[in-house]
């Protein structure tokens, strides 16, 4: 059981780093280009830093459960170049998702990448949404791998009563990641009423009910 979870684990980042040559991010042109975040210089990436260590290339992060007492009962760590900054041009990050028995990651999109989930423990409800509106769901289980593409909404639901977690491969160093209900009912300069009265077909009331609940302070 020990070799074919390894396995797995090793097809999950071999997967990553083939994904990493049809990637859209920036060309690698230098061995290392560890980010510097605090550059004021804008490019499409980040700029070079000049003193590097080994720090640069490691996270401890992913080691540990997420703490998941939140509205939604899910908690996404990113290992992305914000936290990484040697991912800085390389095209690929990752993440670990935990889930409260019950708890949601709720729809949302990538844009700069397509998404690979291992599940390290429990059993999920996952399924992403074509742009015709079809749906492709399933319940995957430990060990087990689905794959997200980029742009398309998704999301995943632990069905269980037990906590659960998966470990995510992404094919872009900052994938972005956008909530469909947060953009659109909590956005910093908010969609008119009328908007999403009109989309969703509901009422005013229902409106600002929803907003209240997704408020960036909430």
Same mark, same amino acid.
């Given at each position: 059981?020990?070799?074919?979870?390894?396995?797995?684990?090793?097809? %999950?980042?071999?997967?990553?780093? @083939?994904?990493?040559?049809?990637?859209?991010?920036?060309?690698?042109?230098?061995?290392?280009?560890?980010?510097?975040?605090?550059? &004021?210089?804008?490019?499409?990436?980040?700029?070079?830093?000049?003193?590097?260590?080994?720090?640069?290339?490691?996270?401890?992060? @992913? *080691?540990?459960?997420?703490?998941?007492?939140?509205?939604?009962?899910?908690?996404?760590?990113?290992?992305?170049?914000?936290?990484?900054?040697?991912?800085?041009?390389?095209?690929?990050?990752?993440?670990?998702? &935990?889930?409260?028995?019950?708890?949601? !990651?709720?729809?949302?999109?990538?844009?700069?990448?397509?998404?690979?989930?291992?599940?390290?423990?429990?059993?999920? !409800?996952?399924?992403?949404?074509?742009?015709?509106?079809?749906?492709?769901?399933?319940?995957?289980?430990?060990?087990?791998?689905?794959?997200?593409?980029?742009?398309?909404?998704?999301?995943?639901?632990?069905?269980?009563?037990?906590? *659960?977690?998966?470990?995510?491969?992404?094919?872009?160093?900052?994938?972005?990641?956008?909530?469909?209900?947060? *953009? %659109?009912?909590?956005?910093? %300069?908010?969609?008119?009423?009328?908007?999403?009265?009109?989309?969703?077909?509901?009422? !005013?009331?229902?409106?600002?009910?929803?907003?209240?609940? @997704?408020?960036?302070?909430?």
């Amino acid at each position: 059981m020990a070799t074919f979870y390894y396995g797995q684990m090793i097809g %999950l980042l071999m997967a990553i780093l @083939l994904a990493s040559f049809v990637t859209a991010d920036p060309e690698l042109l230098q061995d290392v280009c560890v980010a510097d975040l605090a550059s &004021d210089v804008k490019m499409n990436g980040f700029a070079c830093k000049s003193n590097i260590s080994a720090d640069d290339f490691f996270i401890a992060g @992913l *080691a540990r459960p997420g703490l998941t007492n939140n509205t939604f009962g899910a908690t996404v760590t990113s290992a992305s170049v914000q936290q990484i900054n040697s991912l800085n041009t390389l095209g690929v990050s990752m993440a670990r998702i &935990d889930y409260a028995p019950g708890g949601l !990651n709720p729809p949302h999109t990538h844009p700069r990448a397509t998404e690979i989930v291992f599940v390290l423990e429990g059993e999920l !409800n996952v399924g992403f949404i074509t742009t015709d509106n079809k749906l492709f769901s399933k319940t995957i289980t430990k060990g087990e791998i689905f794959t997200f593409l980029r742009g398309l909404i998704h999301f995943q639901k632990n069905n269980g009563k037990v906590p *659960a977690a998966v470990i995510a491969g992404f094919n872009s160093q900052l994938p972005g990641t956008q909530r469909v209900a947060n *953009a %659109l009912f909590a956005s910093s %300069l908010t969609v008119d009423d009328v908007v999403l009265t009109k989309a969703f077909q509901v009422g !005013n009331k229902m409106v600002e009910k929803i907003k209240s609940r @997704l408020a960036p302070n909430k």
